[in-house]
C-alpha cells in the first residue's frame, strides 16, 4: 500500500481526498449528530443529484451543480419548515425525490451516451484529481476556521437555544451558516464515499467519538480521527481486494461502531 501511494499519483491523491474529508466529516458531522439533522443531511445529499445532472447537461462542472442544488436545498428546507406547519421529515423527503428526479431528467435528455452515475451515487476516491484536492483542501480550510472562530456561540447553539436567543445571539444567521457548510461538506464527499452513502461518513463517526467523550471539542477531534482511520483502513482494503473504495469505508466504520459498543458494554 505504501509502495503504491508513493509511485502513483492517484492513490497520492486518494489518500489527501480521505484526509480531508475525514475533517471534514469530524467537525460538521458533530454537529449534525448534536443537532439531530441527519434526516435533514440526507434529504440535502440526494437533493444535490439534480445538480450533478443539470451539469452533465448544462455542460459545466456536475460537483458544481450538485454544490448549488445542495446549498438551495438545505436553505429552502430551513425556510419552508419556518413559515409552514408541514413536518420537517415530509420536506426532506420531497426534496429527496425532486433532487433525484430532477437529476435523472437532465440525464436522460443529455446528448450521446448517458455518463457514468455510479462514482456520484457510490463514490470512487481514485478517480479524485488535483483541482478537486485543491478545491477540497480550500473548503475544509473554510469549515475549520469558520467553526474554530465561532466555537463557543457554536456551543451555545448547539446545546442550548433558548439561551442564546436571550443573550441576543443571531439563531438566524448560525442556522443558515451550518446549513451551507453542511451542503458543503456533503458535495466534498461525493467523490469520496458517493451520495447514498455519505450520510453514514457524516454520523458514524461522531456517534462513536460520544462514547468516549461528551466534550465538543473532543468530539470533533476524535471523530475526525476516526474518520482518518477508517478511511486509510477502507482504501486499503479496496486496493488489496479490488472493492469499491466506499463501501469498504463504510462497512469499516459499521464495525468499529458495533466493537466499540460491546466494549464499553462488557
Same mark, same amino acid.
Given at each position: ?40 443531511? #440526507? ?22 451543480? #450538485?454544490?448549488?442544488?445542495?446549498? /438551495? ?11 409552514? =406547519? ?65 466555537? =463557543? ?73 476516526? #474518520? /482518518? ?12 481486494? =479490488?472493492?469499491?473504495? #466506499? ?18 458494554? =462488557?
Amino acid at each position: 500500500m505504501l509502495e503504491a501511494i508513493f509511485r502513483y499519483e492517484y492513490m497520492q491523491n486518494a489518500v489527501f481526498a480521505a484526509i480531508l474529508g475525514s475533517l471534514i466529516c469530524g467537525i460538521i458531522g458533530t454537529i449534525i449528530v448534536e443537532k439531530r439533522l441527519v434526516g435533514m443531511s #440526507g434529504g440535502i445529499a440526494h437533493a444535490s443529484f439534480g445538480g450533478i445532472g443539470a451539469g452533465y447537461y448544462f455542460s459545466i462542472e456536475p460537483i458544481l451543480g #450538485g454544490l448549488i442544488f445542495a446549498i /438551495i436545498s438545505s436553505l429552502s428546507v430551513s425556510q419552508i419548515q419556518k413559515r409552514t =406547519n408541514a413536518y420537517a421529515d415530509t420536506i426532506v423527503s420531497m426534496f429527496w425525490a425532486a433532487g433525484m428526479a430532477i437529476g435523472i431528467l437532465f440525464i436522460s435528455m443529455t446528448p450521446g451516451y448517458p455518463p457514468d452515475m455510479s462514482s456520484y451515487l457510490f463514490g470512487d476516491i481514485l478517480t479524485v484529481n488535483r483541482l478537486y484536492l485543491y478545491i477540497m483542501a480550500i473548503l475544509t480550510l473554510i469549515v475549520i476556521l469558520t467553526i474554530s472562530s465561532l466555537f =463557543n456561540y457554536w456551543k451555545i447553539y448547539l446545546f442550548d437555544e433558548e439561551y442564546a436567543k436571550i443573550i441576543k445571539l443571531s439563531v438566524n444567521k448560525l442556522e443558515i451558516i451550518i446549513y451551507i457548510l453542511i451542503a458543503i461538506s456533503i458535495v466534498l464527499l461525493i467523490k469520496v464515499v458517493g451520495i447514498i452513502l455519505s450520510i453514514s461518513m457524516l454520523t458514524i463517526p461522531p456517534t462513536i467519538a460520544k462514547k468516549f467523550t461528551f466534550d465538543l471539542k473532543h468530539i470533533m477531534i476524535l471523530s475526525s480521527l476516526l #474518520g /482518518i482511520v477508517f478511511s486509510l483502513l477502507g482504501l486499503t482494503l479496496s486496493y488489496y481486494l =479490488n472493492i469499491p473504495s #466506499g463501501a469498504s469505508i463504510i462497512l469499516i466504520s459499521i464495525v468499529a461502531f458495533f466493537l466499540t459498543g460491546l466494549k464499553i458494554k =462488557n
